[in-house]
């Protein structure tokens, strides 16, 4: 019998855990001298408030989509990938290349075999420490966080001595061609009349990460894979004896991992930035991590874990705007977030499941 | 497309309207902060000196992604900000997209100058020109014959200021050797004064007894290492002689302060065009005061002074590492 009902797990835990960092942060903010109510008034509107807002929070959104996604296969395997920032920024050389070296004649197309590029350089950054770990027992925590520091220092090399256009000083690629660039939210969108998503970045690319939420749904719980990788991540002795190979699952879920983590690259580099930078991922491979935690490793939690971490980046622009709240704050209040949804779980968890518990046989 | 533009009249006649009162200027930080000890922090006292010496307010941002490059410039510019200063090389591709949209705005970018647009003022700075006079003095105050250089982040930007450091050197002393390092790749070699220490005592290892630190926050172990090590440094973009009084040669000045002050105090007219602020425009120079007086030898002086010359003249030419991505006088 469960402790407790599942919407409590779902959703309450989740619910509570929020409103208990927003109380810490209005205090924070209290406590340099601004006015919480106004600062959270000035998020939601600049978040959510408009067209604007959203394609901002959509546009983050979808990175976070990603790399949480990646974070969460791995989960599943029990593996812990943290090395999503490298293998995105390898994805975003994947993109580069596949954009600036071949002509195509139509961005669908283009963005076909970006996915493909950006896929394929992500699960290749993510194959030799998921290769180290099934065959040489080197954990893939360590291997993973130290291959993000050689693909900054691949890329940096890549851009400064290769990729850079002659007489530019800006250690990035140069822009993509014109047919390249992807439809944005304001282009699908807005009429004649009614401009909508001005200036923002959200693209199409937003439904290709829906779509990658329900293809990994489907790849964990309808798929024989899945399976194995759920039995592999839920006891390996037991997955060996069932005759699933570690060595296999192990190198599987951390390519599905890369693939998914290096595909952030058609969001931010295709997308957005139209061009790769030295600081494209700037921190979502991270966020992932806090992202899939959040959102206990299933697609949908994951994508309103990202909804809700886009909410919190775009918010935080909008308060660095305009209030005088230094960003050192800023980031503050997201890491309060993520330590009490991610880390302090078992704090709202256990007097939840005691309250249940009492209420149950109260009522037999 | 003409609803476009008259939601953009709009816009721009309620900036306008409000431009009339308030017409603020704003301020973006580049990812560093605002209180890096270096680049962007001058940029914050130049505006500090505005603010109380006329009394007026502006409006700032520090950037925290990519994403927020062009969008921090669209607010401001909707928001009827006027002019709008952007710090860094990285803003020049969100101001080629935005600037044409707001036409009454006058951005003025620093360290940009390759643009092409009626409403923004480029401002750059001849740092190899600052970074050979250095170089002189490195040369010149060196008794073991090595100097070294340590940048931050390997970027062209920092291989330009080691590019002109060396040819100063060498210009003084054509044997002398000198030591380069870079800190790192990833923009943490900004902020690592740990590494910058280790790297000062790997190259007084290989003789260098006058190292240069070109490298934002990293730059403040150099400087401490080298003052430990009883070796001399050399301070970058501010005005670093006081950290160590009588152990820091020079610093290399970079008047960022001066760019943004500048254009503060021009507001809405100001100059729109390409600058260089090199020498002759005492744009860069090398820092002299009470702090290194004792070190800086009356002969030292009057070649630094002779060379400045030379270079506002003409007479000497140093390379800049952007001409065609090599150094006559150092290997990267």
Redesign the interface.
Known sequence: MDKMPKWADVILIPLISLILAAILSALVILAIGENPVEAVNLMVTGALGSTYGWG?TL??ATNFMFTGLAVAVAFHARMFNIGGEGQAMLGGLGVAMVCLYIDWPHWSIALLAACVGSALFGAMWAAIPAYLQAKRGSHIVITTIMFN?IA??FL??ML?NVM?P???????TA?FPETVHLPTFQSMFST????LFR?A?ANISFFVALLACVVVWALIWRTRLGYEIRAYGHSETGAVYAGISPVRITIIAMLISGALAGMMAIN?VMG??E?L????T?GAGFIGIAVALMGRSHPFGVFLAALLFGFL?QG??EL??WTSI??EL??VIQALVILFTGALDNMVRMPLEKLFLSLRKGAQ | MSLMKSLMGAAAAVALTAGAALAEPALIFDLGGKFDKSFNEAAHNGAQRWANKTGGTYREIELQSEAQREQALRRFAEAGANPIITMGFAMADPLAAVAGDYPDTKFVAVDVNWLDAPNIRQVSFAEHEGSYLVGMMAAMASESGTVGFIGGMDIPLIRHFGCGYAQGAKAVNPDIEVVANMTGTTPAAWNDPVKGSELTKAQISQGADVIYAAAGGTGVGVLQTAADEGILSIGVDSNQNHLHPGKVLTSMLKRVDVAVYDAMTAGEDVETGVFTMGLAEDGVGVAMDDNNKELVSAQMADAVEAARKGIIDGDINVVAYYENDTCPALQF
Do not use: M, T
């Open positions: 901002y546009y983050y520091f900054a220092a940096n090399y400064v850079r002659q007489g530019s000083q800006d250690p990035a822009r004649a009349e009614n401009a200036g970045p931010n957005e930035a061009r930078v030295l600081n494209s700037e980046y935080g622009a660095a705007l230094p960003r800023i980031v």
